[in-house]
């Protein structure tokens, strides 16, 4: 009966540290809160600034960004979207996914590919 109630005990804590986290993005948890996407209005200072400000900036600006990389201002961000560095981090294509916490919703994800293709203007 003891060792039963051991088996038991060891394959609960085992499932309790390998079901329980998981990582879905916001938007496919709770797709009802927010339908929309403004894929219209994307400008740097507008749209792309406050995605940066919210998911970036804390580790990628101060005297020591991580990974050597500053996200702080237009003069930094346009080369690393220009040639492509930016969208393969979005993506994790060949490079860390960034943010590490997760990815960013898809909706953010286009609105970075928008201001991409548009020629990444500083507006």
């Not at 540290?17 to 998981?22: D, E, I, N, Q, T």
Request: charged share 10%; hydrophobic share 35%; with cysteine.
């Amino acid at each position: 009966m003891k060792r039963i109630f051991i088996i038991a005990s060891t394959v609960s804590i085992f499932l309790c540290f390998f079901v329980s986290c998981y990582y879905d993005s916001e938007e496919a948890l709770y797709p009802s809160l927010n339908n929309s996407c403004d894929t219209l209005n994307v400008t740097y200072s507008g749209t792309i600034t406050p995605i940066l400000n919210s998911n970036c900036v804390s580790c990628h600006s101060g005297s020591v960004p991580s990974g050597g990389i500053v996200l702080t201002s237009y003069s930094t961000v346009q080369p690393l979207a220009a040639n492509g560095t930016l969208m393969k981090a979005l993506k994790g294509n060949g490079v860390p996914l960034m943010p590490p916490s997760g990815s960013l919703s898809s909706c953010k994800i286009r609105q970075f590919e928008i201001w991409i293709n548009n020629g990444t203007p500083n507006n």
